[in-house]
């Protein structure tokens, strides 16, 4: 039996995480800290905290419970609002990091800290596939800050004993499989929720660029399935209960998918009023797709979940049952 708090559990990757640590072993306990509160995240969660999570309320119930594990998922987390207003995203994710990490190397039991980490730390990438030994040169203040936070964990664990697992995830997308009951809010800003919503409203849909570098001008990125991410989590607190220390792991296929590729499937099988292509967004990279082998062959994970089909077909379940698209 584990104790586990997620930070940001209610969000779209912290409530599958949440869900997944409790369905692996039925005993492990299991808890969320979030600003906002969301019903459907909470189901079989053994206890819910609204507060922000470096808050003395936070801190309070964290020296309760006494966690084997902390899921850092909280932060702010889009690229484009990063580049005009950066302060929030340092304060929020930089600022609010450094004062949960110095309450805990003050505790006598540390957990193991498991990090949302992104594949922005990497930048415009020199090659693909990237592996985690490729130059970090992040483009936007949100990618700035997941690096000032890596390295913060590094030296928080060789200096203090706080063991600690940053994956980079690439594009997360997708909903809980089968029932579709967790998913990604709406109104989200990543193509496969803008492109699913506007096909189930009947509007016109804007892909942002067709001038770059890649075959189709379009963005490629490397699309994981958030279950695939949940299940990561798992792998990696097996691992680290046998090698402490500090460690990165990419979360990805090696598999590139463009812009293009993902909207001319849905206006196959969904459907648009209108697609149309727009400007390019700051801080977008041409292509970012993992090389994810050290994950696969260090944890023994394996992305079952995520062919681009099945990401987008779990996803439009979940966003046709969503009442405020």
Known sequence: MKKIIVTGGCGYIGSHVARAFKNADPKNRVYIIDRLRYENTLKNIDGFFQCDYASVQAL???????????????G????????????????????????LLNFLKEQSKKPL????????VYGDPNSVPIA?????????????????????????????????VCFRYFNAAGAWPITADLGQAPGATHIIARALEASIKGRAFSINGDDYNTPDGTCIRDYIHVMDLANAHLKAAEYMALDPGSHIFNL?????????????YIIKKYGFT?????????????????DATRAKEVLTWTPSYSTIDSIIDDAYKWYLNQPKI
Not at 252 to 264: F, H, L
């Open 252 to 264: 990805g296929t090696n598999v590139g998918t463009s812009n293009k590729q993902i909207a001319d």
């Open 76 to 99: 702010t987390s889009l690229v484009g609002p990063s580049m005009f207003d950066p302060a929030d995203y340092y304060s929020n994710n930089v600022g609010k990091t450094i004062t």
């Open 113 to 120: 800290i498991i990090f949302s980490s992104s594949a922005s």
């Open 132 to 164: 985690e030994n490729h130059p970090l040169a992040p483009i936007s203040p949100y990618g700035n800050t997941k690096l000032i936070i890596e390295t913060l964990l590094r030296d928080y664990s060789n200096a203090y004993g706080i063991s600690s």
């Open 274 to 290: 209108f697609l149309n292509y727009g400007v390019r967004r700051p801080g977008d990279p041409a292509e970012l797709v993992a």
């Open 60 to 74: 309070g119930k964290i020296a309760e419970i006494k966690p084997d594990i902390i899921v850092h998922c909280a």
